[in-house]
């Protein structure tokens, strides 16, 4: 069934038959062929060239790599000439000089070259005429300099030893250990090698004698598995230590650390466990797939604050600095409504939730907006202490001296909270409101997400469409409020149907928007940032729907072809939510 689905173009259906199946046969070569053609159709060339090689001649996996080593440097051209359609002539350049003098590559990068020194120049005369000559002296020193600039290169290398043992007694029992070393050149000189295992294990328990009473029961198997998989860095030199354009000098560009080397750097570490679950019922007629994960990620690299002022200008390093933790549930229910006869009918039902959290940073405490023991995908607001409904709700604060004094946004004393305007909360007692005030508010990940799919055909014709739905999951339509702001914070096309009687005008207004007025931006009246302003939403939506029509083989073969399909599809067709905004899958 995955064979002929992949025959037919249906790379999904192919995948869910095969999924059945994993990872016996072929299955898990097949499965990764399919995620090769899924990058070459969104156009990721080198993941797919990475797999197709990694396969060797399975499949048709070699002419494939074959074709996709001649059509990635073609591809990188059209996006280096794209780049500089758009003015981007500094990436253009990058983008062209490792083709390594590919086809065309050499020419355009001169080409990219000369625009940058031509604009380098126009600007450098522009410092001129307004009498700043120092600093059109350095401009055209820069200038010299990007004149002489040479090639880029980058070079990394990867090695691996993989080993696994499969072992299946009467399809009943299953186990399968896998063993990998893998060494990059990225990573420093002591930490080079990670060692990955893992295990999984099957029971087909419907195999068993005393599952015979169980006459509804097609097939029933509980599955285990721990694994441990690494990521490395995308910087071939960060190991060995960064360097940046520093200040120019007596004509002289300079160079600068980007901070204090870390050869200890290593491998970004993940244990994952999983126990599933799968049913079939009814003659496979009805299928259940329950499954859950729990992700521990370690030794995350990220680049840390050193403490003191003795490292330098930068005074940062790039360490295996945080953890954190990802963990779901999904539930998949698969049904052949009509399966004989002239109209079949099956429907797929899913749903899903997941967590995340902040489990340690560098510090041992919360930093740079990442609380520990909370979702990554968090909400930051201030929180809402209501509108200022009259002269004793105007917040103040008391100074060192014992006097009162209103408070003030940003802590600028010309400006200060007044009647009919929302007043946040001062939750870190300092007496004023800044962003030491903003406080986790909730998730943005949803309560539970899923779909729902369905095919149905009659002789020639079929009828596909796929439903998405997302419920309870946390949103702030900040285009509302954004449209209203000030003309310092900017202006934004108006998307919501606002009336006067929606801003306070009187002592007792319980309204959605403060009174009418130009704040400023500190004041955070038009910006969205209170937690009174966070939607509980829930949607469903029409993601697809085609309908096909394959012409019979009579009517087709006089034409000398194999088939003929017709077929209009479309997307987004209806959404129902109560989201405020435009658009809550945006």
Same mark, same amino acid.
């Not at 700043?132 to 350095?138: E, P």
């Not at 008391?398 to 939750?427: A, N, Q, W």
């Given at each position: 069934?995955?064979?002929?689905?992949?025959?037919?173009?249906?790379?999904?259906?192919?995948?869910?038959?095969?999924?059945?199946?994993?990872? @016996?046969? /072929?299955?898990?070569?097949?499965?990764?062929?399919?995620?090769?053609?899924?990058?070459?159709?969104?156009?990721?060339?080198?993941?797919?060239?990475?797999?197709?090689?990694?396969?060797? &001649?399975?499949?048709?996996?070699a002419e494939r790599a074959q074709t996709l080593e001649a059509a990635i440097p073609e591809q990188a051209i059209r996006q280096g000439r794209q780049l500089m359609s758009q003015g981007d002539y500094e990436g253009a350049r990058d983008l062209f000089l490792s083709l390594n003098g590919y086809g065309q590559s050499r020419a355009l990068s001169d080409a990219c070259?000369?625009?940058?020194?031509?604009?380098?120049?126009?600007?450098?005369?522009?410092?001129?005429?307004?009498?700043?000559? +120092?600093?059109?002296?350095?401009?055209?020193?820069?200038? +010299?300099?990007?004149?002489?600039?040479?090639?880029?290169?980058?070079?990394?290398?990867?090695?691996?030893?993989?080993?696994?043992?499969?072992?299946?007694?009467?399809?009943?029992?299953? *186990?399968?250990?896998?063993?990998?070393?893998?060494?990059?050149?990225?990573?420093?000189?002591?930490?080079?090698?990670?060692? $990955?295992? /893992?295990?999984?294990?099957?029971?087909?328990?419907?195999?068993?004698?005393?599952?015979?009473?169980?006459?509804?029961?097609?097939?029933?198997? +509980?599955?285990?598995?721990?694994?441990?998989?690494?990521?490395?860095?995308?910087?071939? #030199?960060?190991?060995?230590?960064?360097?940046?354009?520093?200040?120019?000098?007596?004509?002289?560009?300079?160079?600068?650390?980007?901070?204090?080397?870390?050869?200890?750097?290593?491998?970004?570490?993940?244990?994952?466990?999983?126990?599933?679950?799968?049913?079939?019922?009814?003659? #496979?007629?009805?299928?259940?797939?329950?499954?859950?994960?729990?992700?521990?990620?370690?030794?995350?690299?990220?680049?840390?604050?050193?403490?003191?002022?003795?490292?330098?200008?930068?005074?940062?390093?790039?360490?295996?600095?945080?953890?954190?933790?990802?963990?779901?549930?999904?539930?998949?229910?698969?049904?052949?409504?009509?399966?004989?006869?002239? @109209?079949?009918?099956?429907?797929?039902?899913?749903?899903?939730?997941?967590?995340?959290?902040?489990?340690?940073?560098?510090?041992?405490?919360?930093?740079?907006?990442?609380?520990?023991?909370?979702?990554?995908?968090?909400?930051?607001?201030?929180?809402?202490?209501?509108?200022?409904?009259?002269?004793?709700?105007?917040?103040?604060?008391?100074?060192?001296?014992?006097? !009162?004094?209103?408070?003030?946004?940003?802590?600028?004393?010309? #400006?200060?909270?007044?009647?009919?305007?929302? !007043?946040?909360?001062?939750?870190?007692?300092?007496?004023?409101?800044?962003?030491?005030?903003?406080?986790?508010?909730?998730? &943005?990940?949803?309560? +539970?997400?899923?779909? $729902?799919?369905?095919?149905?055909?009659?002789?020639?014709?079929?009828?596909?469409?796929?439903?998405?739905?997302?419920?309870?999951?946390?949103? *702030?339509?900040?285009?509302?409020?954004?449209?209203?702001?000030?003309?310092?914070?900017?202006?934004?096309?108006?998307? &919501?149907?606002?009336?006067?009687?929606?801003?306070?005008?009187?002592?007792?207004?319980?309204?959605?928007?403060?009174?009418?007025?130009? #704040?400023?931006?500190?004041?955070?009246?038009?910006?969205?940032?209170?937690?009174?302003?966070?939607?509980?939403?829930?949607?469903?939506?029409?993601?697809?729907?085609?309908?096909?029509?394959?012409?019979?083989?009579?009517?087709? !073969?006089?034409?000398?072809?194999?088939?003929?399909?017709?077929?209009?599809?479309?997307?987004?067709?209806?959404?129902?939510?109560?989201? /405020?905004?435009?658009?809550?899958?945006?």
């Amino acid at each position: 069934a995955a064979l002929d689905a992949l025959q037919r173009g249906k790379i999904d259906l192919a995948r869910a038959n095969l999924l059945e199946i994993a990872p @016996f046969k /072929s299955a898990d070569r097949y499965l990764r062929y399919l995620d090769a053609l899924d990058a070459e159709n969104e156009g990721e060339l080198d993941s797919a060239l990475d797999i197709y090689v990694s396969l060797g &001649s399975f499949e048709d996996c070699a002419e494939r790599a074959q074709t996709l080593e001649a059509a990635i440097p073609e591809q990188a051209i059209r996006q280096g000439r794209q780049l500089m359609s758009q003015g981007d002539y500094e990436g253009a350049r990058d983008l062209f000089l490792s083709l390594n003098g590919y086809g065309q590559s050499r020419a355009l990068s001169d080409a990219c070259t000369a625009a940058i020194a031509r604009k380098a120049y126009l600007a450098a005369e522009d410092l001129l005429g307004a009498g700043d000559y +120092l600093g059109a002296m350095n401009a055209f020193a820069a200038n +010299l300099t990007l004149n002489e600039t040479g090639t880029w290169q980058s070079n990394h290398s990867m090695a691996s030893l993989f080993a696994r043992v499969t072992y299946d007694f009467k399809a009943k029992y299953l *186990i399968q250990a896998t063993f990998r070393r893998d060494g990059s050149s990225v990573f420093g000189s002591d930490n080079r090698w990670g060692t $990955f295992p /893992s295990v999984a294990a099957g029971w087909a328990f419907s195999q068993e004698n005393f599952m015979r009473w169980a006459w509804w029961l097609s097939y029933g198997k +509980l599955r285990a598995s721990w694994g441990r998989t690494g990521s490395q860095f995308g910087i071939p #030199y960060l190991a060995q230590g960064l360097m940046n354009a520093g200040s120019i000098f007596d004509g002289v560009q300079g160079m600068m650390p980007e901070g204090i080397t870390n050869h200890k750097l290593k491998w970004e570490e993940s244990d994952q466990y999983d126990f599933g679950l799968d049913i079939d019922m009814f003659e #496979y007629r009805l299928g259940l797939t329950i499954d859950y994960y729990y992700k521990y990620t370690r030794d995350l690299i990220y680049k840390t604050v050193l403490p003191g002022d003795m490292y330098g200008q930068n005074g940062v390093q790039w360490q295996n600095a945080m953890e954190v933790s990802n963990e779901g549930l999904e539930v998949d229910i698969k049904y052949d409504v009509f399966r004989d006869g002239p @109209f079949t009918w099956r429907a797929r039902f899913n749903l899903a939730k997941n967590w995340n959290r902040f489990e340690k940073s560098y510090l041992g405490v919360d930093t740079d907006g990442m609380i520990i023991g909370k979702p990554l995908n968090g909400i930051y607001l201030y929180k809402d202490g209501g509108l200022i409904q009259s002269e004793g709700d105007i917040p103040v604060v008391y100074g060192e001296d014992g006097k !009162k004094h209103v408070l003030s946004p940003g802590g600028d004393e010309e #400006y200060f909270y007044t009647l009919g305007m929302r !007043k946040p909360v001062d939750i870190n007692g300092d007496g004023q409101i800044s962003e030491d005030d903003i406080y986790y508010a909730g998730s &943005s990940l949803p309560t +539970l997400y899923g779909g $729902f799919a369905s095919e149905l055909k009659w002789k020639n014709f079929d009828l596909n469409f796929l439903i998405m739905y997302e419920l309870g999951r946390k949103m *702030i339509n900040a285009e509302k409020w954004q449209a209203l702001a000030s003309p310092d914070a900017g202006s934004n096309p108006l998307f &919501s149907d606002v009336k006067l009687e929606d801003f306070w005008q009187k002592p007792g207004d319980d309204t959605e928007y403060p009174a009418p007025g130009i #704040y400023p931006q500190d004041a955070l009246q038009y910006m969205g940032a209170f937690d009174s302003n966070i939607e509980n939403v829930s949607y469903m939506k029409v993601k697809q729907l085609t309908l096909g029509d394959n012409v019979p083989s009579k009517y087709v !073969k006089k034409l000398h072809l194999d088939n003929i399909r017709v077929f209009v599809t479309g997307e987004n067709l209806l959404t129902l939510d109560n989201y /405020s905004g435009l658009d809550p899958e945006v």
